[in-house]
């Protein structure tokens, strides 16, 4: 059985269904309840709280771990769900970790999850670490302004970065979860173009067959809309590097490719699969 993690957001589900079509079973936890695909247990639990997923890792042979914002959280010891794991007898777990760790040692929110990545690089399990950059599926935060006044409200609209589709970091999560000639690999995803946020809105904008209007927000104005939902200094953090990425942080990994054997997924494949959002 598998434990997967943020199973309801944009990398969990794509992955509990591509574990589920291998024949695995499956236990999908998430902090509120949800409806899970056929065959597939659900369980809440909260990161935050690691005693939370005891019954979750009971019988568990791998798990994959997505902290999003319990790593921040105050009080936070993920660290302690690596013990959990190997002392509920979990033999592999696959840390979907960032880019920033590399790219931005010295971030605050990028040093707390090296300090996991250590932990779990010292457990004595077998491991795998995914590094993607910045999500197609971000773009999701424009749904609403599309949608209402064909709009799209970004900072720093001609700087562009390589991101990536969460499909592909599903597929790669799947792949070190079910194949040992990953464990104790460390791979950073990407996609396979660098695109700037205007370019993104017209890429949609071609998806609907209407125009959608670009709005370049001001630094303050983002971070003001990123704090409803992260803390801030993971707001800031991402700031900086999408202001301003670095040449590590501009450069095509072939990471997904040499995991799955194919070129990773442009951004005009996700719009495609998620167009019903912006309609």
């Known amino acids: 059985m598998i434990v997967v993690t943020g199973a309801t957001g944009n990398v969990g589900r794509p992955l509990t269904q591509a ?37 979750a890792l009971d019988g568990a042979k791998a798990l994959f ?22 002392a509920s007898g979990v033999s592999r777990v696959v840390l979907l970790s ?37 999500f197609a599926s971000n773009a999701l935060a424009w749904a609403e302004s599309v ?24 597929q790669v999560a799947a792949a070190c979860l079910l194949d040992d000639r990953h464990a104790g690999g460390i791979f950073e995803l990407t996609g396979p173009e660098v695109i700037t946020p205007r370019q993104q809105a017209a890429t949609i904008a071609a998806a609907l067959g209407s125009s959608v209007r670009f709005h370049e927000l001001t630094r303050e104005e983002a971070k003001a809309a990123m704090t409803r939902f992260v803390p801030p ?7 900086d ?8 942080e501009l450069r095509i990994s072939p990471d997904v ?8 997924s442009p951004f005009s494949d996700w719009v495609a699969r998620s167009i019903a959002a912006f309609r």
């Open 19 to 55: 574990l589920t079509e291998a024949g695995e079973q499956v236990t999908a936890v998430s902090r509120h309840a949800a409806e899970a695909p056929d065959g597939v247990r659900h369980l809440v639990a909260d990161l935050a709280d690691p005693a939370s997923l005891t019954a």
């Open 65 to 86: 771990f997505l902290l999003s914002g319990d790593l921040h959280s105050p009080g936070a010891r993920p660290a302690d769900i690596i013990d959990l794991a190997a």
């Open 98 to 134: 960032s880019q920033g760790v590399a790219t931005r040692p010295l971030g605050p929110s990028r040093i707390a999850m090296r300090a996991v990545e250590d932990a779990l690089r010292g457990s004595g399990l077998d491991w795998a670490v995914l590094r993607p950059g910045g």
């Open 147 to 170: 949608r209402t006044q064909g709009t799209v409200a970004a900072p720093f609209g001609e700087v562009g970065a390589p991101i990536v589709d969460p499909l592909d970091i599903a």
């Open 233 to 239: 200094e993971l707001a800031d953090d991402t700031l």
């Open 241 to 248: 590097i999408i202001a301003a990425p670095n040449p590590a």
């Open 257 to 264: 490719e040499r995991v799955l054997g194919r070129a990773p």
